[in-house]
Protein backbone atom coordinates (compact mmCIF):
# COMPACT_ATOMS: atom_id res chain seq x y z
CA UNK A 1 0.00 0.00 0.00
CA UNK A 2 1.34 3.27 -1.26
CA UNK A 3 1.77 6.06 1.57
CA UNK A 4 0.02 9.43 0.55
CA UNK A 5 0.65 13.05 0.53
CA UNK A 6 -1.20 15.56 2.59
CA UNK A 7 -3.43 18.49 1.94
CA UNK A 8 -4.44 20.11 5.48
CA UNK A 9 -7.88 21.45 6.10
CA UNK A 10 -9.27 23.55 9.41
CA UNK A 11 -12.22 23.97 11.41
CA UNK A 12 -14.74 22.03 13.07
CA UNK A 13 -15.90 18.65 11.68
CA UNK A 14 -19.01 19.44 9.79
CA UNK A 15 -16.70 22.22 7.38
CA UNK A 16 -15.46 21.09 3.74
CA UNK A 17 -13.07 23.49 3.25
CA UNK A 18 -10.93 25.91 5.17
CA UNK A 19 -8.65 28.51 4.87
CA UNK A 20 -5.64 30.27 7.09
CA UNK A 21 -5.52 33.80 6.41
CA UNK A 22 -2.10 35.02 7.43
CA UNK A 23 -1.27 33.33 10.96
CA UNK A 24 -4.51 33.80 13.18
CA UNK A 25 -7.26 34.75 11.31
CA UNK A 26 -9.34 31.56 10.24
CA UNK A 27 -12.26 31.80 7.54
CA UNK A 28 -14.36 28.44 6.50
CA UNK A 29 -16.71 27.46 4.06
CA UNK A 30 -19.60 26.05 5.45
CA UNK A 31 -21.39 24.06 2.82
CA UNK A 32 -24.36 23.81 4.55
CA UNK A 33 -24.61 27.99 4.38
CA UNK A 34 -22.81 28.10 1.69
CA UNK A 35 -20.79 31.51 2.71
CA UNK A 36 -17.59 32.29 4.35
CA UNK A 37 -17.36 32.68 8.36
CA UNK A 38 -15.06 33.62 10.80
CA UNK A 39 -14.80 30.46 13.56
CA UNK A 40 -13.56 30.86 17.22
CA UNK A 41 -10.94 28.37 17.99
CA UNK A 42 -12.78 25.63 20.27
CA UNK A 43 -9.77 25.26 22.12
CA UNK A 44 -7.15 22.98 21.02
CA UNK A 45 -9.27 20.60 19.11
CA UNK A 46 -12.10 22.24 17.44
CA UNK A 47 -13.49 18.54 16.53
CA UNK A 48 -13.88 18.08 20.78
CA UNK A 49 -17.37 20.55 19.97
CA UNK A 50 -19.17 17.04 19.04
CA UNK A 51 -17.86 15.55 22.39
CA UNK A 52 -19.58 18.48 24.24
CA UNK A 53 -22.58 18.45 22.27
CA UNK A 54 -23.26 14.79 22.77
CA UNK A 55 -22.81 15.05 26.59
CA UNK A 56 -25.08 18.34 26.57
CA UNK A 57 -27.78 15.77 24.35
CA UNK A 58 -27.10 13.23 27.00
CA UNK A 59 -27.01 14.78 30.82
CA UNK A 60 -30.03 17.47 28.74
CA UNK A 61 -32.32 14.37 28.83
CA UNK A 62 -31.74 14.44 32.57
CA UNK A 63 -32.94 17.65 33.07
CA UNK A 64 -29.22 18.21 33.87
CA UNK A 65 -27.05 20.85 32.67
CA UNK A 66 -23.10 20.10 31.88
CA UNK A 67 -20.08 22.12 31.33
CA UNK A 68 -17.69 19.95 30.31
CA UNK A 69 -14.09 20.65 29.00
CA UNK A 70 -10.91 18.40 28.25
CA UNK A 71 -10.08 18.91 31.92
CA UNK A 72 -13.26 17.12 33.24
CA UNK A 73 -12.28 14.00 31.79
CA UNK A 74 -9.20 11.81 32.64
CA UNK A 75 -6.96 10.20 30.21
CA UNK A 76 -6.35 11.82 27.15
CA UNK A 77 -7.90 11.77 23.08
CA UNK A 78 -4.73 11.58 21.67
CA UNK A 79 -2.11 8.32 21.30
CA UNK A 80 0.90 11.01 21.80
CA UNK A 81 -0.02 14.53 22.97
CA UNK A 82 3.34 15.80 22.41
CA UNK A 83 3.12 17.30 18.40
CA UNK A 84 6.65 15.16 16.96
CA UNK A 85 8.10 15.40 13.46
CA UNK A 86 6.34 13.38 10.85
CA UNK A 87 6.64 13.31 7.29
CA UNK A 88 3.34 13.54 5.02
CA UNK A 89 2.76 11.72 1.70
CA UNK A 90 1.21 11.75 -2.10
CA UNK A 91 0.76 8.29 -3.37
CA UNK A 92 3.65 7.05 -1.62
CA UNK A 93 6.16 10.31 -1.84
CA UNK A 94 7.23 12.64 1.04
CA UNK A 95 5.59 15.82 0.47
CA UNK A 96 6.11 17.83 3.46
CA UNK A 97 7.62 17.68 7.13
CA UNK A 98 5.46 18.68 9.60
CA UNK A 99 4.97 18.16 13.48
CA UNK A 100 1.92 16.12 14.31
CA UNK A 101 -0.17 13.89 16.61
CA UNK A 102 -2.94 11.57 16.18
CA UNK A 103 -6.35 12.05 17.98
CA UNK A 104 -7.49 8.73 18.41
CA UNK A 105 -11.03 10.40 19.57
CA UNK A 106 -11.90 11.97 16.50
CA UNK A 107 -9.99 9.96 14.08
CA UNK A 108 -7.58 12.91 12.72
CA UNK A 109 -4.26 13.72 12.05
CA UNK A 110 -3.42 17.11 13.55
CA UNK A 111 -0.52 18.99 12.17
CA UNK A 112 1.56 22.28 13.36
CA UNK A 113 3.89 24.04 11.14
CA UNK A 114 6.06 24.79 14.38
CA UNK A 115 6.31 23.45 18.45
CA UNK A 116 4.94 27.15 18.98
CA UNK A 117 2.84 27.45 16.47
CA UNK A 118 -0.94 28.72 18.29
CA UNK A 119 -2.93 27.48 14.61
CA UNK A 120 -3.19 23.43 15.09
CA UNK A 121 -4.84 22.57 11.11
CA UNK A 122 -6.00 18.59 10.69
CA UNK A 123 -5.21 16.16 7.54
CA UNK A 124 -7.90 16.11 5.07
CA UNK A 125 -9.31 12.81 5.28
CA UNK A 126 -8.62 11.28 1.36
CA UNK A 127 -7.28 8.40 0.56
CA UNK A 128 -4.75 9.57 -1.67
CA UNK A 129 -2.76 11.66 1.30
CA UNK A 130 -1.44 9.81 4.29
CA UNK A 131 1.38 10.28 7.08
CA UNK A 132 4.16 8.72 9.42
CA UNK A 133 4.56 9.69 13.25
CA UNK A 134 6.06 8.11 16.07
CA UNK A 135 6.87 4.71 13.90
CA UNK A 136 3.12 4.71 13.34
CA UNK A 137 1.99 5.07 9.32
CA UNK A 138 -1.81 6.52 8.76
CA UNK A 139 -3.82 5.37 5.78
CA UNK A 140 -7.40 6.96 5.17
CA UNK A 141 -9.18 3.53 4.02
CA UNK A 142 -12.26 2.09 3.42
CA UNK A 143 -13.18 -0.65 5.85
CA UNK A 144 -15.71 -2.85 7.17
CA UNK A 145 -16.18 -2.82 11.00
CA UNK A 146 -17.64 -5.07 13.82
CA UNK A 147 -20.78 -4.51 12.82
CA UNK A 148 -20.41 -5.64 9.44
CA UNK A 149 -21.19 -1.53 8.12
CA UNK A 150 -18.81 0.68 5.80
CA UNK A 151 -16.55 3.25 7.37
CA UNK A 152 -14.33 5.39 6.72
CA UNK A 153 -10.88 6.33 8.73
CA UNK A 154 -7.38 5.77 9.34
CA UNK A 155 -5.52 2.30 9.26
CA UNK A 156 -2.15 1.77 10.90
CA UNK A 157 -0.55 -1.13 9.21
CA UNK A 158 1.83 -3.53 10.93
CA UNK A 159 1.97 -6.45 9.14
CA UNK A 160 2.11 -6.48 5.24
CA UNK A 161 2.44 -8.96 2.48
CA UNK A 162 1.23 -10.12 -1.07
CA UNK A 163 -1.11 -12.58 0.71
CA UNK A 164 -2.20 -10.66 4.22
CA UNK A 165 -2.29 -7.36 5.33
CA UNK A 166 -2.59 -6.90 9.20
CA UNK A 167 -4.11 -3.51 10.16
CA UNK A 168 -4.42 -1.81 13.73
CA UNK A 169 -6.75 0.80 14.46
CA UNK A 170 -6.10 2.98 18.04
CA UNK A 171 -9.27 4.22 19.21
CA UNK A 172 -10.03 6.32 22.43
CA UNK A 173 -13.87 5.68 23.53
CA UNK A 174 -15.57 8.13 26.14
CA UNK A 175 -16.82 6.65 29.20
CA UNK A 176 -19.28 8.29 31.16
CA UNK A 177 -18.90 9.12 34.95
CA UNK A 178 -20.85 7.88 37.86
CA UNK A 179 -21.56 9.23 40.82
CA UNK A 180 -21.75 6.77 44.05
CA UNK A 181 -25.15 6.63 45.17
CA UNK A 182 -24.08 5.39 48.59
CA UNK A 183 -20.86 4.29 50.40
CA UNK A 184 -20.95 0.47 48.85
CA UNK A 185 -20.61 1.83 45.51
CA UNK A 186 -17.67 3.61 43.77
CA UNK A 187 -17.76 7.08 42.00
CA UNK A 188 -16.03 7.08 38.18
CA UNK A 189 -14.35 10.25 36.44
CA UNK A 190 -15.61 10.92 32.85
CA UNK A 191 -12.65 8.73 31.11
CA UNK A 192 -10.86 8.31 27.83
CA UNK A 193 -10.16 4.73 27.55
CA UNK A 194 -8.09 3.01 24.97
CA UNK A 195 -9.73 0.05 23.24
CA UNK A 196 -7.33 -1.63 19.96
CA UNK A 197 -8.97 -3.29 16.85
CA UNK A 198 -7.37 -5.27 14.30
CA UNK A 199 -8.56 -5.18 10.30
CA UNK A 200 -7.71 -7.83 7.63
CA UNK A 201 -7.34 -7.27 4.03
CA UNK A 202 -6.95 -10.77 2.03
CA UNK A 203 -5.50 -10.58 -1.66
CA UNK A 204 -5.63 -7.03 -1.64
CA UNK A 205 -9.34 -6.73 -0.31
CA UNK A 206 -10.87 -4.09 1.36
CA UNK A 207 -9.95 -4.19 5.38
CA UNK A 208 -12.31 -6.12 7.44
CA UNK A 209 -12.49 -6.40 11.06
CA UNK A 210 -11.27 -9.53 13.41
CA UNK A 211 -11.93 -10.33 16.54
CA UNK A 212 -8.78 -12.05 18.45
CA UNK A 213 -10.08 -15.18 19.22
CA UNK A 214 -8.45 -18.05 17.51
CA UNK A 215 -11.36 -19.01 15.30
CA UNK A 216 -11.89 -15.73 14.16
CA UNK A 217 -8.50 -15.30 13.42
CA UNK A 218 -8.29 -18.48 11.53
CA UNK A 219 -11.37 -17.62 9.24
CA UNK A 220 -9.15 -14.85 8.19
CA UNK A 221 -7.01 -17.13 5.92
CA UNK A 222 -8.13 -18.89 2.72
CA UNK A 223 -9.07 -22.34 2.87
CA UNK A 224 -5.90 -23.65 1.31
CA UNK A 225 -3.94 -22.33 3.91
CA UNK A 226 -6.09 -22.77 6.97
CA UNK A 227 -3.81 -26.26 7.43
CA UNK A 228 -0.58 -25.03 7.74
CA UNK A 229 -1.85 -22.62 9.53
CA UNK A 230 -3.48 -24.71 11.88
CA UNK A 231 -0.31 -26.47 12.39
CA UNK A 232 1.86 -23.23 12.97
CA UNK A 233 -0.74 -22.38 15.89
CA UNK A 234 -0.89 -26.15 17.16
CA UNK A 235 3.09 -25.70 17.52
CA UNK A 236 3.95 -22.10 18.63
CA UNK A 237 0.63 -21.72 20.92
CA UNK A 238 0.32 -17.89 20.03
CA UNK A 239 -1.45 -15.91 22.23
CA UNK A 240 -3.96 -13.94 19.06
CA UNK A 241 -4.29 -11.65 22.43
CA UNK A 242 -0.69 -10.80 22.10
CA UNK A 243 0.67 -7.96 19.90
CA UNK A 244 3.58 -9.74 18.95
CA UNK A 245 2.01 -13.67 18.57
CA UNK A 246 -0.78 -12.12 16.31
CA UNK A 247 2.17 -10.21 14.24
CA UNK A 248 4.03 -13.23 14.23
CA UNK A 249 1.74 -15.65 13.00
CA UNK A 250 0.74 -13.59 10.22
CA UNK A 251 4.08 -13.14 8.97
CA UNK A 252 3.93 -16.53 8.77
CA UNK A 253 0.83 -17.09 6.85
CA UNK A 254 2.48 -14.82 4.43
CA UNK A 255 5.77 -17.18 3.27
CA UNK A 256 2.97 -19.46 2.65
Not at 50 to 57: G, P, Q, T, V
Not at 106 to 126: P, W
Not at 154 to 166: A, D, F, I, R, S
Request: charged letters at 25%; one cysteine or more.
Amino acid sequence: MDKKKLMVTMGFAFLAITLVMGQAQVQSYSVISGSWNKEQSFGNNPSMENLYSDMRIKFGRLGEEVNLTLEDIDGTIYLNENFTMGTLYDEGVAFKNMYMRYDAYNDEVELKESLDSDVVQAMLKHPVYSCSVNGNDYFYALYTDEDGNSQKGYLTPVVTGEGYNLFVKHKKVFKEGKVARNSLEKSFPHRFLDRTEYYVSRAGESPVFMKTKKSEVLSMFSEEDQKAIKDYIKDKRPNVNDDQDLLNLFMYANTL
